[in-house]
Each structure stands twice: as C-alpha cells, then as structure tokens.
C-alpha cells in the first residue's frame, strides 16, 4: 500500500492537477509523508516543493480517502490517498518534480490516475467538478 496525502483544490468546477516529469497522467498534488511527519506537515511541505504556494495549516480539513490501484506500479499495489482541501498564499506554480500543473474538469478524467478517477467520480456525484 502506497500512502499517500493530496490537496484537493476544486474551484469553479475545475480541480488543480499536476503531471511529474516522465509520467503520462495527472494527480492531485501531494505526496508521500517523511519519517514522523503528520498529514499536516506533508501537506504543507509537499504543495511548497511542488507548487511553490504556503498552505494555511488552520484552514486544513480531511476532504475523503480513496483507494485504487497504483499507476505506473506492479499489479496489486494499491494507493491510499488521504485528501484534505485548505486554503493557501501564493500562485500555483510546477516546481520540483512537477512538469505542468493543470485546472481539469469531469471531462478529462480519462487523463488522472485510478485513483484521481475514484476522486473526481465524487467531485462530479456532488456538484464540485463540472
């Protein structure tokens, strides 16, 4: 099981993506946790290195956990990622390890990973992804 914590950042019907250097799909931002680290500081830490932007840590609050079979990886591993939404300073910007970042809505769900499909199954099923 790949753990993994995500920023789920959905407005006006669109939701912010990101694509790695090398891979073919889109994720929500995030990652995995260091030795010791909370969600809290996975989020805060992941969405800096990746989208140069400061999560506000007192506007962090759990938006879903959803599991699928993990791109890109061997048959049966599985990937759980723990969403939360929270606003943030700054202007989204691919850094890092990230290539490009895009605002996507339902009708790019085949261009996410499985598990992004689970995520914006939900976004669409409650108004939030259009």
Do not use: N, Q
């Not at 931002?29 to 809290?40: A, N, W």
């Not at 850094?95 to 490009?100: A, F, K, T």
């Not at 990973?113 to 199954?121: G, R």
């Amino acid at each position: 099981m790949i753990d993994k914590i995500a920023w789920l950042h959905a407005v006006d019907g669109r939701v912010l993506s990101t694509r790695s250097r090398g891979k073919d799909v889109y994720y929500l931002p995030g990652g995995k946790r260091e030795p010791g680290e909370s969600d809290t500081e996975t989020l805060v830490r992941e969405i800096r290195e990746e989208l140069d932007v400061e999560i506000t840590p007192a506007s962090i609050a759990p938006a879903g956990v959803f599991e699928a079979e993990a791109h890109g990886h061997a048959a049966g591993t599985l990937v759980r990622m723990t969403c939360y939404t929270a606003e943030y300073t700054g202007t989204p910007a691919a850094s890092s390890e990230i290539e490009e970042i895009a605002w996507l809505t339902y009708a790019d769900r085949d261009r996410v990973s499985a598990v992004d499909k689970l995520i914006f199954d939900h976004l669409h099923e409650t108004g939030r992804l259009g």
